[in-house]
């Protein structure tokens, strides 16, 4: 027998205050005339100690339901790896139980073998975490026979005392094809700003355990096989740097930290170098215009200057140019307190990016496009991959190397340090099915050149910044000359 499986998009709402979203929402055209149910719930999950349940890409709860009756307690069985996509396919085992203790014996048995086939975890298990939210709902019946559950959650997910915030909203299929959700989704992002989001509650509360909650996310290699072909891999590369991208577009909303910020930015480039990459075997319906979403690129460049500037590239010159004087301590200090603000006001600036609801489409429709990986160009062959990749990453060495001979002037070397970063990320990419000698040799001069020209560009920067500061003339002239003398070096 199949196991039951729960299909949603789910949507992080970038809203600095989340009162009025029941009302905004129910005046969207696709909920407007839908009467909205409300309820409370309470949801206690378990793990054993060691999270044995976690590493098994698995959760389990007890969930009070509150919706005006007397209230119902349901114990739920999730299964399946979360993935880094918005729109999640994952097994459910749903049972009402008589109240907050877990039942054994109501766990699908078929289900729970398959992740704990000796039954060991389940007297290790204790609770873990807890959600508590209000949930409202739209049920949204379409004319094609599809139903789609529209839920708002607002609320917190705690642990040991400390809280994090939920204000999402779930999309999930109770009949008809996936495509119902987006279809709904882009209906409602018109007016509500949306940002899809992987996190499952219980990723969220294991985060919080861990003290991990909206920490940066880091690239990770995608799984490649030579066997696949080039389309398979275009499909999982995107998705993941995709995913990349869309997580630390969500830290960003509550994290001041400036690896979230770098991050970010990192996620933006590998997601353009291997759109560019793969562009021969990616769909064209749906290809997102890439124009769309330049506001928001452009302003976390601007933050990501103002940070490097302000953690990275001045602090390791302070000693030189204060060199015990105390007026050029002072002046110092005053370059930095208006550093930190520009760059306090230049993080409010991308926060207020991210609640333009444009914002939230662009990234919609970047979700749906990535969810058909199927569809390729017409009356084409999708190649084998191997070889393909070792002809790409050996073009764009081949460019890179012609490129930095050429180069003999700022400009120029910009446009080599973007080539070696596109290179870098194409490598990372593949390096699963590129021989080793490329992805030692060409990899490493590829990082190399992107140091060696970025170090010089962020010192170029960090004096156009404090320029437009005003910082103190003979501090401008100091980091202008440390410019200097390393380019002569």
């Not at 204790?126 to 599809?146: L, Q, Y």
């Not at 110092?332 to 306090?344: G, I, K, V």
């Not at 058909?372 to 393909?388: K, M, N, Q, Y």
């Not at 990372?428 to 099915?433: D, F, K, N, P, Q």
Request: proline letters at 6%.
């Amino acid at each position: 027998m199949p196991s039951p499986t729960e299909t949603e998009l789910k949507l992080a709402l970038p809203i600095d205050d989340p009162a009025d979203l029941v009302q905004r929402l129910s005046r969207t055209a696709v909920l407007r005339r839908r009467k909205p149910q409300q309820q409370a719930l309470h949801s206690i999950y378990f793990d054993t100690p060691g999270h044995d349940l976690r590493q098994a890409q698995a959760a389990l709860r007890i969930r009070r339901v509150d919706a005006g009756a007397a209230p119902r307690w349901l114990q739920t069985l999730k299964t399946g790896a979360p993935g880094s996509s918005a729109l999640s396919r994952r097994g459910e085992w749903e049972v009402p139980v008589d109240g907050p203790a877990l039942e054994p014996g109501a766990l699908d048995a078929a289900a729970w073998s398959r992740i704990d086939p000796d039954g060991t975890w389940l007297g290790a298990l204790e609770p873990c975490f807890a959600t508590t939210f209000t949930r409202t709902i739209w049920m949204v019946r379409r004319r094609d026979g599809s139903i789609v559950e529209v839920a708002l959650d607002l609320g917190s997910v705690t642990h040991a005392g400390r809280s994090a915030p939920i204000c999402e909203l779930e999309l999930e299929r109770k009949a008809g094809p996936v495509s119902a959700l987006f279809d709904i989704a882009q209906q409602i992002a018109r007016s509500v700003a949306v940002l899809p989001s992987a996190m499952s509650k219980a990723q969220r509360g294991y985060a919080l355990a861990a003290g991990t909650i909206d920490a940066p996310t880091k690239a990770a290699a995608p799984r490649l096989a030579s066997r696949m072909g080039v389309r398979e891999a275009a499909h999982r590369v995107m998705s993941e740097m995709f995913g990349h991208f869309t997580a630390n577009l969500n830290a960003l909303l509550r994290s001041d930290d400036p690896e979230v910020v770098h991050q970010a930015r990192v996620a933006w480039r590998r997601l353009r170098s291997a759109a560019r990459l793969f562009r021969s075997v990616l769909p064209a319906d749906g290809r997102p215009d890439w124009s769309a979403i330049e506001p928001l690129r452009v302003s976390l460049g601007d933050l990501r200057d103002l940070d490097v500037a302000r953690t990275e590239t001045l602090p390791a010159l302070r000693e030189d140019f204060v060199a015990g004087d105390a007026g050029r301590a002072q002046a110092w200090e005053a370059m930095e307190h208006r550093l930190a603000q520009a760059s306090a006001n230049q993080r409010a600036t991308v926060r207020h990016r991210l609640q333009d609801p444009a914002v939230g489409q662009w990234l919609l429709q970047a979700t749906r496009w990535l969810e058909t990986p199927d569809e390729g160009p017409a009356g084409t062959d999708d190649p084998s991959l191997r070889a393909w990749a070792a002809r790409r990453a050996t073009r764009l060495h081949r460019r890179l190397v012609r490129e930095r001979t050429a180069a003999d002037d700022p400009r120029a070397l910009h446009q080599v340090r973007l080539l070696a970063k596109r290179t870098r990320y194409s490598i990372e990419a593949l390096r699963g099915v590129l021989p080793r000698r490329m992805v030692r040799t060409w990899y490493a001069q590829a990082i190399d050149l992107q140091r060696d020209i970025g170090s010089r560009r962020d010192l170029a920067q960090a004096i156009v910044l404090l320029e437009r500061l005003d910082a103190r003339a003979d501090l401008s002239a100091f980091v202008r000359g440390v410019a200097t003398g390393r380019a002569m070096r």
